[in-house]
Structures are given as C-alpha cells and as structure tokens.
C-alpha cells in the first residue's frame, strides 16, 4: 500500500514540477511568469473577457495572485480592463491574443512530446482517468471537511 501512495504522490509532484518548470522557461521571452500562462489560455478561451473572480475560479489561483497577474498582463500592453471598476470584464488585446496563440502553442508542444507514446485510446482513457481520481479526491476532501470520513 505504500509504494501506491508513494508512486501516485511523487508522480503527481513531479508532472507538477516538469510543468512550472516548462512553463517557466517557455514564458521568459514575454517576460510573464507560470501563472500569466492559465491567465492567457482563459482569457484566449473566453473572448468575451473574464471577470478576476472568474479567472481564479478557472485557474485554480489564489485571489491576489490573480490580480497581480493580470496587472502585469495590462502593464504589458497584453490586457484591458478597468483598473477603477471592482470586477471588470479583463479581455485580451491584439497583442495579448497573439502572445495567447504562441504560448497555446507550445503547451500543445508539451503535451504531445509528452504522450507521443500513447495511442489516441490510451490518452484518452489517461486522461479519464485522471478526471476520475481528481473527482474521487475532491469528494474525499470534501468529506474529511465535513466529517464524513473519520
């Protein structure tokens, strides 16, 4: 039992840290850091603009990181929003969808030279699958929250 926990645990670490890494690298020619590249990929999703309270809901991110982030992003001349409005829509600026394509770009670089060894079957069912454990221990935690799992 506990070589699955330490398999699944140091695994899990360690694609997190491969990809902080990656996206570390990748996003220094922008001067933006790991964080500017989920900001990037929903704004670029959500043309329509995304609220800050929505892009931390999408992301994943912490409120304050959220708003330096995406601070950096209009200092940059990459997004607009209105600095004086609590929850204004923050939209991508014609720069800020061609660095959002570029950065799309090589995220899909990453993950194919990552699965290149998959079948189109095989991916797709590691990619079930880890839906289906993040649904799990989302309900787990959920319970030890609560109480339900003592």
């Known amino acids: 039992m506990e070589k699955?926990?330490?398999n699944f645990t140091f695994t899990v670490l360690k694609l997190?840290?491969?990809i902080q890494k990656i996206k570390h690298v990748e996003m220094r020619e922008f001067g933006l850091k790991t964080i500017h590249v989920m900001c990037l990929y929903r704004l670029y999703s959500n043309r329509g603009g995304l609220t800050c309270g929505e892009l931390v809901k999408l992301?994943?991110?912490?409120?304050?990181?959220?708003?330096?982030?995406?601070?950096?992003?209009?200092?940059?001349g990459y997004a607009n929003?209105?600095?004086?409005?609590?929850?204004?829509?923050?939209t991508l600026t014609e720069n800020g969808v061609k660095i959002a394509e570029?950065?799309?770009?090589?995220?899909?670089?990453?993950?194919?030279?990552?699965s290149c060894d998959f079948t189109e079957?095989?991916?797709?069912?590691?990619?079930?699958?880890?839906?289906v454990i993040a649904e799990k221990l989302q309900a787990y935690y959920e319970g030890l929250t609560e109480g339900k799992n003592d």
Request: no cysteine; glycine share 0%; hydrophobic share 40%.
């Open 81 to 90: 929003y209105d600095s004086r409005s609590y929850n204004s829509l923050i």
């Open 102 to 114: 570029t950065t799309i770009a090589k995220a899909e670089r990453a993950v194919n030279a990552a």
């Open 16 to 18: 997190n840290k491969l």
């Open 4 to 6: 699955i926990f330490e």
């Open 59 to 76: 992301t994943l991110e912490d409120k304050s990181a959220i708003s330096r982030a995406v601070k950096v992003l209009k200092q940059k």
């Open 121 to 131: 079957e095989q991916r797709l069912n590691f990619y079930k699958s880890l839906d």
